[in-house]
């Protein structure tokens, strides 16, 4: 029997990302969801699946650091750095919450850490907000690297484009 790999999923909503995960191979011990309806969904659908409602500012992740997460992962909000919304980054409460992303990777300290969010993340700011983020996972002791990948090219029907954010522990 092989060891199933530990996953903390952030900003989870219906669990798009949590089931590729899962097929992957990954064991959920942690997703958190804001929306109760989106909660509702992932208990309804994954009723083994231990979903955090609620606000990920009140979650204290260390407590999972003994479960020797490998690896956390989250499509943090988009909409403050997304073409089509007001691009305010940082200023907009939402635009905050990639450090939340980066307090649980500091208290759980996973082998890789994935974020996910818009093409528009890149330009933002002129690339400020984005090297905000890079530098902020290098000083938690990550490799960071990111890429922009078209879902047209992963077997997808849909155009969308995503940034992925990967860090891999230095260690």
């Known amino acids: ?9 952030l900003f989870a909503g219906a669990g798009g990302m949590a089931l590729g995960f899962e097929e992957a191979g990954f064991e ?21 699946w231990n979903v955090l409602e609620g ?16 690896i956390v992962c989250g499509g943090f909000p988009c909409q403050p750095f997304s073409h089509s919304g007001k691009r305010l980054g ?3 409460t939402r635009g905050t919450l990639f450090f939340e992303f980066a307090r649980c990777v500091k208290e ?14 890149l330009k933002h700011d002129n690339g400020r907000t984005l090297q905000t983020m890079v530098n ?6 990550y490799n960071v690297r990111y890429k922009v990948l078209r879902a047209q090219y992963l077997e997808e029907k849909k155009k969308r484009e995503r940034l992925i954010i990967i860090g891999i ?3």
């Open 136 to 141: 902020t996972l290098t000083e938690l002791g």
């Open 108 to 121: 759980t300290m996973p082998k890789i850490a994935v974020g996910e969010n818009v093409k528009g993340l």
């Open 90 to 92: 940082l200023e907009d």
């Open 1 to 9: 029997m092989t060891k199933k790999l530990k996953s903390i999923e």
């Open 28 to 48: 959920h011990i942690a997703l958190n969801e804001f929306n109760p309806n989106a909660c509702k969904t992932l208990r309804t659908n994954r009723p083994e």
């Open 55 to 70: 606000d990920i500012a009140q979650v204290k992740w260390s407590k999972f650091a003994k479960e020797k997460v490998d």
């Open 169 to 171: 522990r230095k260690d």
